[in-house]
Nanobody, 123 residues
Framework: QVQLVESGGGWMQPGASHRLSCAVS????????VGWFRQVPGKEREFIAA???????YYSDSMLDRFTISRVNAKNMVYLQLESPKLEDTAVYYC?????????????????WGQGTQVTVSS
């Protein structure tokens, strides 16, 4: 069993960069791909980015320019940096994990999920 805990959510001002964190436990961390998704009420969960145990990143084409995913295997941590947040970035952000295998952009392919952290972008 894998446990994921997101942190770093909350209120943020438009344009101020911010970092979300995901702590992972319960399995050999390098064997996992960890992804970030977000969801707003009434819509499907949306893929943002993922990173493999070998530190290979994968991004949604629409978010490539404003999100950066990173990972520290020694700390079992994955991070998501959001540059210049916009009002439409308001959502619940989730991290998720799966075995090191494609595909990575489909939410249904992930086996483990965190509880989510609310991000609200507002002036």
């Amino acid at each position: 069993q894998v446990q994921l805990v997101e942190s770093g959510g909350g209120w943020m001002q438009p344009g101020a960069s911010h970092r979300l964190s995901c702590a992972v436990s319960g399995r050999t961390f390098r064997d996992l791909i960890v992804g970030w998704f977000r969801q707003v009420p009434g819509k499907e969960r949306e893929f943002i980015a993922a990173i493999s145990g070998a530190l290979t990143p994968y991004y949604s084409d629409s978010m490539l320019d404003r999100f950066t995913i990173s990972r520290v295997n020694a700390k079992n941590m994955v991070y998501l940096q959001l540059e210049s947040p916009k009002l439409e970035d308001t959502a619940v952000y989730y991290c998720a994990a799966k075995a090191n295998a494609l595909p990575v952009r489909s939410a249904s392919s992930y086996d483990y999920w965190g509880q989510g952290t609310q991000v609200t972008v507002s002036s």
